[in-house]
């Protein structure tokens, strides 16, 4: 039993087996180590466990581990560029951005596939963009600032 | 100087460190992944735990068979009631937590309890809990507080006589207990006024949402000796629990928190916990047992919902003559007091001659309710300031302007009894009237409201160690837990009074077997009371250090000073000696006396009472009864805010959880007594998309109760927003509205009653 | 359980035909996933049909648009030839659920999930959309409002998947629009929907139309009466308010968790009237 | 100087001193109030068990049993707030 499976995750060629009804985040949490994803809800309501899949944003809890053979994931421990943080996550830390945190990693996720698509993004399109993340901390106004903040620095 | 007198100077000092936005310490672990929460921790060998709940609201539980599921391959340990006999000794309140925790005889809600399972897998554990039998008898039950205090309501529990009444029941019922609160004469004070309102609100059960489920990884040793990795506001309080519900010996009992994702007071009472040490206990191996998210909504503990009654009556000059309500609360299937905080915060911000609260409080077949953020006051506020505005109105006066003439002050005698000292509702109303966000123009089926909120606040126990690291540099251990930023913030307080930059100090939450007790980040304690230890603690290090500069330099340590992070000799005789950087005391720490450190513990009572003031802008859509927020101004006394961006974060966190409750969050339950929204996906939280910025004002009137004049802000933002939501979809749709939340489809029926 | 990635239609069909328990086609798998999390099903087979050769391509041809089952919501978006001719079918393909849920989940099996709330199910019916089925006998091709025949039950046999669905040409002079109601902005199912399709004439006059409501009954409703009193109308005020009750009349709805009877039936014609302003401003030409 | 302080209770409380809005109690400190109360209406001592607050003068005290009460302190007994 089980499906084996090849597949590179934040660049690094990663093997593993695993039962076929598994999905991608309990594969990532108990199989790579890779705990920054969180469940929060395990049906794609809060996206916590947001990791981007072959270029998309996706809930992993809502992807088998067995869909990954030959795929691309990229998690929140790949984020930062070795020991400098990505700009999203150094303006996550100056803006207040985090409260408890357990949000965080599915925000900066989020927020990282937004920029990709719209370097650019108007209040609006930050505040749809990040609606399928939860936080309950914050009230989102200092992550939308901080998103506002990163986006204008990569722009350069 | 006694450690607990209070130096007002302190207050007006200027700051170094204090006030600024200095970055976390846990800031980079949280955004690069690597911070550990709750479920994020493993222990060679662990099991995976899973429990069995009723289905039903309200059942006995006549037989549990569990010999099939005992007998499955993998399945380590199944455990029921009988797992845990009574250590409680006759602690009703104790009595009720384990019973919470694990269904005894009866089950009392949907979600209750009834067994466990620890097995080598989730499949397994799955599979092991369709194999235990458990038969019931579904008794009656009921959910609503009105139909709980009626007379013929299915009876909970056969133990429960109205406490607070003055002649004892003759009958058990769901109507725990009875209170009252005021002064004056109120039927007088209804006589002298020119104009009554009189109204009933109903607001229905909401769930803190943290986003992070509950979760413990537990081992027990054969030895008796035990620790656990959990998601907890107050590791100690989860210690002392689990210890006496298991028989365990506290000091035995090591427990470490992990990273909290959210609590609002939701993580202050156990629920799976003690479970996860039983199922350890009884197969010898580590358990982890993580709520799921239906779990966290059916077993945790939400907050009450509540059925109140208002009346006011005032002159037309716009005095207040006599305010009176009955305040009916829910507080699930084990008896509360969350009627009687009601009733006590309901009419305190306000200066009121006659004035009467009745409060009651009643079991239902509901989970056992936890405080969310200042527990009881927002839906006492939605139906007092509810009535404020409305007798506002009807006297012609402005609103705000006749909340300002009725504001409480220093002198008055507060509806709950005492008389109150400084108090900062004056201030948030005056910064409220001035504000901009007043005058703005408003669009098309648009509404403005705004209302007031207060809270208690309190201290509690708490000890904070200080260590000065062979290099120069700060440790702090704190044993209150960090939701919000407090490391940073308590590191703050350090570096300010050991005169050190911030970068040199560095705070850790220990464990449970680090330091001594430490009451739960709850009631707006966390920053204000450990901050208060952790100043303290720096003090008594600085005694230590200027003892240590002392020997040095072979002088009396009475004539060694301690400023701008360094010894100075004093006096004539000693005057030219180069200042003892705290770097180069350290560095002889081995040959003054040993190790550098300060300690202290401190009971932080009188912490002083909280009060806001939010103005909400909101749009209605008169065709669907869709309200979005479109404009939100919170205005809060915060003292001294340590970290401005962490107090903002407070009061922006707070009045979107009231925003969410006021439009949208609810439990919905079923005629059959079963939660029917327990997920995210039909209990909506608020969205980015659903908000706008939150703007913040601070008011920084110091609280002479702590050395640098903090108060607690933690809780106080989630009173005002049930009521000034609902005042602005009021103003912009022309129908009071009187039933939270206020949901599409109430908001468009209640606007059929304006047609009519 | 077993999980298979066949590289054809006919190997899918054949492994879906020759299972004994319960088999699943898994294509985004969002609502798949989230059933197995809950213990709703649990199946015996789950055959994955995105290796399968075009299930993730949308093809444009004179006769109108073919996607493939396996194409995430999101790629509708990104295709700027469809998101121009059906843009309510692209708009309601891409409220379902989050920006990470549209990452995933496809209008092939938001349809074959058959929840009454379904979002891009009245747009697709009101574009007159048809679904390719193929099976181990071979294909066919049906209407979609012949696919769902109550919550959570279509008319596929087994052994059956559908591998695309199929957009007519866009006409001249036409638009459609897509409105659902939900309490929050994002991230909730509708409580009640309405997609409208028109086309016109020379003059502004409606001369076709097709009004489609969701979760106002076991399924989505084709409501003719709606369509009839707009056509031969510019869509004036009496024409919005004829539309409106004869939508409010086809209503067949439940009193739940997300809405009572009363507030489903009431704005049903508010949405018609709202979706049919915005598929007849695009059909004159205004986005 | 008098150490005889007016006691003032919240509602739940005064069934348990037969409807007294007041008590009249000699004590010098948070726990001499306790002792006395319970010894003179021992129906207190559960509810002094569980957790109740003295509010001196309109400051709330919770824990430090040992704070003295100063002459003609206004005095309050309260329930025990929680928090979240």
Redesign the interface.
Known sequence: MGVHVRSTVNGDAVEFTCPEDEVLLDVLRNRLGLTGAKEGCGTGDCGACSVILDGRLVCSCLVLGAEMDGKVVETIEGMADGAKLHPLQQHFIDGAALQCGVCTPGFLMAADALLRKNPDPTEEEIRFGLAGNLCRCTGYDKIVRAVQAAAKEMRG | MSLDSMNPALVEKHFKVIGTRVARPDGVDKVTGRARYGADAAMPGQLVGLVLRSPHAHAQIVKIDISKAVKLAGVKAVITSADFPDHTQGDR?MMDILENCMARGKALYDGHAVAAVAAIDAATARKALKLINVTYKILPHVTDVDEALQIHAPVLHPHIYT?????KPTAASNWN?????GHGDVDAGFKEADMVISRSYKTEQTH?GYIEPHSALASVSPDGSAEMFVCTQGHFVYRNQCATLLGLDANKLRVTASEIGGG???K?HVWAEPLALALSRKANRPVKLTMSREEVFRCTGPTSSTSIDVKIGAKKDGTITAAWAELRYQGGCFPS?WA??GA?TAFACYDLKNVKT??KDAVVNRPKT??????SAPMAAFAVENTIDEVAKAIGMDPIDFRIKNAAKQGTK?S??????PIGIGPTLEAAKNHPHMKAPLGKNMGRGMACGFW??????TCVDVNVTPDGNVTIAQGTIDVGGSRASIAMAVAEELGVTYNQVRSIIADTSSLGHNDMT????GTFSTSKAAIFAARNAITVLRDRAAKIWEIPASEVEWRDGAAHAKGVNHGNRTPLSLKEIAAQAGQTGGPIAGHAET?A???G?SFATHIADVETDPETGRSLIKRYTVIQDAGKAMHPSYVEGQYQGGAAQGIGWALNEEYVYGKDGRLQNAAFLDYRIPVCSDLPFIDTQILEIPNP?HPYGVRGV??TSIVPPLAAVSIAVTNATGVRQTHIPMSPPRVLKSLKTKKK | MRYEMPTTAKAAAGLLAKEKGRAFVLAGGTDLLVKMKAGVVEPDLIVDIKAIKGMKDIKKSAGGFVIGAAVPCVALSENAALTKAWPGVVEAANLIGSKQVQGRCTMSGNLCNASPAADSVPALIAAGAKVSIISAKGSRKVAVEDVTTGVGRTSLKKGEFVTAIELPAKKPKSGDAYLRFIPRTEMDIAVVSCAVNVSLDAKGMITKARVVLGAVAITALLVKDAASAIVGTKLDDAAKAKLAAACSAACKPIDDKRGTVEFRTEVAGVLARRAAEIAYARAGGKQ | MSDTHII?L???L??LVG?ALFLTVKATTIRGLFRTLVELHPGMEAHIK?GVAV?I????????WD?PLPECA?I?L??R????
């Open positions: 309140g406490e607070g009444l003055s002649e207990k009875h209170g009252e609160y803190q609002f007071g939701g202050t007091n009687e905080l006590m009745v409060s936890a405080a969310y953020r200042a527990p507060s709950y009894g005492p008389v109150y000292g208690f606040n309190f201290g509690g126990q709850d009631g707006s304690r009971v009572d009188n912490a009472v109760n933690g809780e | 003032h919240w509602g739940a005064r069934p409807g569980r509010s003068g309109g400051k709330i005290y919770r824990d430090q704070t206004e309050y309260l329930p707030v929680p928090g979240g």
